[in-house]
């Protein structure tokens, strides 16, 4: 067991990783189970670079169940929060009454501390990560440790279903109406494919205007071109993609990745009222993308968006350091400190870019485009750490004045 239990307390804290679709989950088949569609497939990113934190302190002493998130007071009576809570609390009332062991715990109050080092609801996937975070948290807590939990990520937020694993992953829609075979599973391990880095290119951290939630609730209701998606494309896709990936195939995860982008955001348009997440500067990126693949006759390099403007770039690690050059020549940094541009993985130095690429590409330069770039890689799924962000209290450490 992970967690630190002592008389009357039990304390576990984890982390949990981002993931970032390549063939997108965009629809609701039941709302209140989130039950998708159509089955969806995503990497996990590495939590050495972003992640989501989260510490339950579980205590006989106290009064009521509370949860910060981000420093900030959170509404514990959240339905999706309480769905995890109670999923958790349900299935270890299941799993642990055969054994001989006092019960008493799981009708003590709870207290949730969690946070993102990265922005939240900037279209991120800080809810997948922050849900997996808090229902892997939970686990261990209740002492689930070898239980697949992730039907009860998936009704936090339907992609947190993914981020319970490490590597490629994929969500089975499933058939059954209480959702039961509505899980993630893993397509291959995060040393597979060992060679695959990632770009976070981020265009905009501000809040989005529609959230995911609402945005694909309007495309369900409206939109006829995710019924052709649904039922003729997503199927086939998932078989090429899960090729691809065993395979090693860059070109074609590269390929069917951003055609799955682009036929996500064809959907988003095709909603009535449309709903757009892509900026200009968004499709600055595809054009960068789109020429540097012409200009090698081969697909280099991959991108795809979720729901907001930021990039999302698949890259294999020996190609990290010229794209990573063209792309601070296309939007360079605003203000004179590349230093902090550029975070994460170390980038070694590209050599000069050819004249040649540099003719075939022909673009202006937009500075200030960009806020950042995060540098990372495939990743291992949520794993318990023991820095926990609530003190002997059971308060944050962080306190701020909202609290
Ligand atoms: C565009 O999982 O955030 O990122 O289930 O309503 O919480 P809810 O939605 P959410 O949707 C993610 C949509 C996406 C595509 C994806 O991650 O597959």
Not at 173 to 193: F, R, T
């Amino acid at each position: 067991m992970d967690a630190e239990v002592s008389e009357n307390i039990i304390i576990v804290t984890a982390k949990a990783p981002v993931n970032i679709a390549v063939v997108k989950y965009w629809g609701k088949r039941n709302e209140e189970l989130i039950l998708p569609l159509h089955d969806s497939i995503s990497t996990t990113l590495s939590t050495q670079q972003m992640y989501a934190e989260t510490t339950v302190m579980i205590r006989q002493s106290f009064q009521e169940d509370r949860m910060w998130l981000n420093g900030k007071i959170e509404d514990i009576n959240n339905v999706r929060i309480q769905n995890c809570l109670q999923g958790v609390r349900k299935l270890a009332r299941e799993k642990l009454s055969d054994k001989d062991q006092d019960l008493s715990f799981l009708d003590w109050h709870i207290h949730i501390c969690s946070r993102n080092n990265f922005p939240t609801a900037a279209g991120l996937a800080s809810s997948a990560a922050g849900y997996a975070c808090l229902v892997f948290t939970l686990g261990k807590a209740f002492g689930l440790d070898a239980v697949n939990l992730t039907h009860i990520a998936r009704q936090g937020s339907g992609s947190a279903c993914r981020s319970m694993n490490g590597g490629f992953v994929q969500w089975r829609a499933g058939k059954k109406e209480d959702g039961s075979d509505s899980l993630a599973e893993q397509v291959a391990p995060e040393d597979h494919w060992p060679e695959m880095h990632v770009l976070v290119l981020v265009v905009n951290a501000s809040k989005k205007e529609t959230g995911s939630t609402s945005g694909m609730d309007l495309s369900v209701k409206t939109s006829e071109f995710l019924k052709h998606r649904t039922n003729s494309i997503v199927p086939k896709r998932i078989e090429s993609m899960r090729k691809a990936i065993k395979e090693k195939d860059f070109h074609s995860f590269a390929e069917l990745t951003m055609k799955d982008s682009n036929q996500f955001h064809s959907v988003c348009q095709d909603t009535y009222p449309p709903i757009r997440y892509m900026n200009e500067i968004s499709w600055a990126i595809v054009d960068l993308v789109h020429q540097y693949n012409t200009f090698y006759d081969r697909n280099k390099v991959a991108y795809t968006f979720d729901a907001g403007p930021n990039a999302c770039l698949y890259v294999l690690e020996q190609d990290v350091a010229e794209i990573v050059s063209l792309i601070c020549l296309r939007f360079p940094p605003a203000s004179n400190n590349p230093a902090q541009f550029c975070v994460g993985l170390p980038i070694n130095p590209a050599e000069e870019i050819s004249r040649d690429l540099m003719s075939a590409l022909k673009f202006s330069h937009s500075s200030g485009a960009l806020q950042y770039i995060v540098h990372t890689k495939v990743g291992s799924g949520p794993e318990v750490t023991n820095s926990h962000l609530l003190d002997g209290k059971g308060l944050p450490k962080v306190y701020q004045t909202e609290c």
